[in-house]
């Protein structure tokens, strides 16, 4: 069975033309099982696949921040700490063979919006979309200019990024693949307000902020770290964004 799911506002001030949202189909099979973190030895993540989706060893946070589209844990507010560290779960969801079809012509937006109805069901997730002004990163140019290497045509075959913990490796790409990585380490929404249009290669070498706690490891922050090997910094202010506010959330119900 098709129903109708209201999309998301639009950033404050954009002007579009109205639009009927799409048609989503309903989950015909839902299953949601915690999973101890020391059972994740293929790592976490999940997958879109043919009639459904699969989270494996994920925290409830991802699948909030994919269903929302909202992939900065800065920018959900109200979160009680199991959701973010009190355990892992396996999500397999499918629809009815009759919807496969359908499913399959959904944007990749439209199926992660799918989640919300599933999370509303599964976790009792109550949760509105509003405008705060908040603190921010701007990514700037530091004094003396940027120090990075222009990608060259024939690169082009091999452009992606890697991120790991305490390096970030960039091959034939913009920067504003950038910031979505920096905001999981300095804790805030990141902005690239450098006015760089190119492609670039460059590789940022950091220790992370709980490393550093720790006094396990000598080196440079990332705020030195993007100064001294990319000539960029990370300037703070405030700035209206859209940000995700729970109302409420349960643990899941049993399969």
Not at 25 to 49: F, L, M
Not at 99 to 104: E, K, M, S, T
Not at 192 to 214: E, H, N, S
Request: glycine share 8%; proline share 8%.
């Amino acid at each position: 069975m098709l129903q109708p799911v209201a999309s998301l506002s639009q950033p404050a001030g954009a002007s579009q033309p109205a639009q009927a949202p799409a048609k989503l189909p309903d989950w015909d099979v839902i299953s949601v099982k915690p999973v101890q973190e020391q059972n994740c030895t293929q790592g976490s993540g999940w997958r879109p696949v043919t009639d459904g989706v699969n989270f494996f060893c994920s925290p409830l946070v991802v699948v909030i921040e994919t269903a929302y589209g909202i992939m900065e844990p800065s920018r959900i507010l109200g979160v009680p700490d199991w959701v973010t560290t009190g355990g892992f779960y396996d999500i397999y969801a499918k629809v009815s063979g009759e919807d496969v079809a359908a499913y399959g012509k959904l944007r990749l937006d439209d199926k992660k919006r799918m989640l919300q109805p599933l999370l509303a069901d599964r976790f009792n997730l109550k949760a509105h979309i509003e405008q705060r002004e908040i603190p921010i990163y701007q990514l700037v140019l530091a004094k003396g200019g940027p120090k990075l290497k222009e990608a060259t045509a024939d690169e082009a075959g091999k452009a992606g990024i890697i991120s790991r913990r305490g390096k970030v490796e960039c091959i034939s790409m913009p920067l504003t693949s950038l910031p979505w990585i920096l905001n999981y380490e300095v804790g805030r929404t990141v902005v690239d307000k450098t006015g760089l249009t190119g492609k670039y290669d460059f590789t940022l070498d950091y220790v992370p902020a709980k490393t550093a706690a720790t006094g396990d490891s000598d080196g440079p922050s990332i705020f030195t770290a993007l100064q001294e090997q990319l000539g960029l910094k990370l300037e703070p202010v405030k700035a209206p964004m859209d940000v995700l506010v729970i109302d409420s959330v349960e643990r899941p119900t049993a399969n």
